[in-house]
C-alpha cells in the first residue's frame, strides 16, 4: 500500500481536534440546551437584582452596563449584560455556563451559588435588555 502523506494526516489530525475539543467542550455543549426552568416572574427577578448587587454590581454596574466600581482596574472591561443576545444567539444555558465557570476575568461562581440562583440571576439579566437605558 503507498503512503500518501497528502490527504490521510491533515484528516486525521482534524478528527483529533474535533474530538479533543468535543470532551473539552461538552458541558458547554450541553449547556445551550439547558432552559431556564424559572419562569421570569417579578419575584424572581427581584431575587436575582439582589443576587446581582451582593456579587456582580462591584464589575458588571448595578444596571448590568460594565461600569462597576472595580471594573476600571481591570484590564478586560466587563461585558454589558443588557446587550446580551436573547435566545436563540446567546441561550440560557450557555448565560449560566459562564457564571457557573467564569470566563477569563470573570470569576466562577459555582461554588457560591445554587442552581436556583443562577436562573434567578439569568432572569435579572434577560430583564436589563428589555429595558431602554
Ligand atoms: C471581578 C469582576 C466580575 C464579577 C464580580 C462578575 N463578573 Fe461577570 N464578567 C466579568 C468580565 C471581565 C467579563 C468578560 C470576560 C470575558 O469575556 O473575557 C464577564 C463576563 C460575564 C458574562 C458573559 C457575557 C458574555 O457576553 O459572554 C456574564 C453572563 C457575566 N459576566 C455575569 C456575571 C454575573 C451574573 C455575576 C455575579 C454573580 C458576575 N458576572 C460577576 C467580570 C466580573
Known amino acids: 500500500m503507498q503512503f500518501r502523506p497528502g490527504i490521510k494526516w ?53 444596571r448590568g452596563r460594565g461600569d462597576g466600581a472595580a471594573a476600571a482596574a481591570l484590564p478586560q472591561r466587563p461585558d ?23 470566563v477569563k476575568m470573570m470569576p466562577a461562581f459555582k461554588s457560591t451559588l445554587s442552581e436556583n440562583e443562577i436562573w434567578d440571576l439569568l432572569n435579572f439579566i434577560r430583564s436589563l435588555a428589555a429595558k431602554p437605558p
Open 10 to 62: 491533515p484528516l486525521a489530525a482534524m478528527a483529533a481536534v474535533c474530538i479533543v475539543s468535543g470532551i473539552y467542550y461538552a458541558d458547554l455543549l450541553r449547556s445551550a440546551f439547558l432552559r431556564n426552568p424559572i419562569p421570569p416572574s417579578a419575584e424572581s427577578i427581584a431575587r436575582g437584582r439582589q443576587l446581582f448587587e451582593k456579587d456582580c454590581a462591584v464589575c458588571h454596574g448595578a
Open 80 to 102: 454589558d449584560l443588557s446587550r446580551i443576545a436573547p435566545p436563540p444567539i446567546f441561550p440560557d444555558g450557555v448565560v449560566a455556563y459562564r457564571i457557573i465557570n467564569g
